[in-house]
């Protein structure tokens, strides 16, 4: 589970959770979704309590990686990593978005669909990004 390639990895990945996130959802899908808030509007924190975000960040990079490492045996790849992270995405995007708006008040349908896709690119991203270390990693012990 901790090998130097999961390590590795979880690092990457991690990275990108806290910026890809900032930048797909505090950037690119703020004002959009900001305009398909649930009637529990004004949840969210005005300012994020960034060591707890970093901690989530890397405990998901970690996750992430972990899993990706059964899913990938013997086959990792960029291609490889993206089809992981588009069933990720899908699952938690899509899956987990519409129970939560079945349950609670966070985003109307529109607003939970157009996450969905966000929530999509996301794990493509890191999907990549693990597929990528993984595949180096491998390249090179095998030479």
């Given at each position: 589970?901790f090998s130097k390639t999961?390590?590795?990895?979880?690092?990457?990945?991690?990275?990108?959770?806290?910026?890809?996130?900032?930048?797909?959802?505090?950037?690119?899908?703020?004002?959009?979704?900001?305009?398909?808030?649930?009637?529990?509007?004004?949840?969210?924190?005005?300012?994020?309590?960034?060591?707890?975000?970093?901690?989530?960040?890397?405990?998901?990079?970690?996750?992430?990686?972990?899993?990706?490492?059964?899913?990938?045996?013997?086959?990792?790849?960029?291609?490889?990593?993206?089809?992981?992270?588009?069933?990720?995405?899908?699952?938690?995007?899509?899956?987990?978005?519409?129970?939560?708006?079945?349950?609670?008040?966070?985003?109307?349908?529109?607003?939970?669909?157009?996450?969905?896709?966000?929530?999509?690119?996301?794990?493509?991203?890191?999907?990549?990004?693990?597929?990528?270390?993984?595949?180096?990693?491998?390249?090179?012990s095998s030479e």
């Amino acid at each position: 589970m901790f090998s130097k390639t999961n390590l590795i990895s979880t690092l990457v990945t991690a990275i990108w959770a806290f910026l890809g996130g900032y930048l797909l959802w505090g950037i690119l899908g703020d004002p959009f979704l900001m305009e398909h808030l649930g009637s529990g509007a004004g949840t969210m924190q005005e300012t994020p309590d960034f060591l707890y975000l970093i901690i989530g960040c890397v405990i998901l990079a970690c996750a992430f990686s972990t899993i990706y490492s059964k899913w990938g045996r013997d086959s990792y790849s960029a291609t490889n990593g993206a089809q992981f992270g588009i069933w990720l995405g899908i699952l938690l995007g899509f899956g987990s978005g519409i129970i939560d708006y079945a349950t609670a008040n966070i985003l109307d349908m529109t607003g939970t669909l157009v996450n969905g896709v966000i929530y999509i690119i996301f794990f493509i991203v890191m999907g990549v990004l693990t597929g990528l270390v993984y595949g180096k990693m491998a390249s090179s012990s095998s030479e």
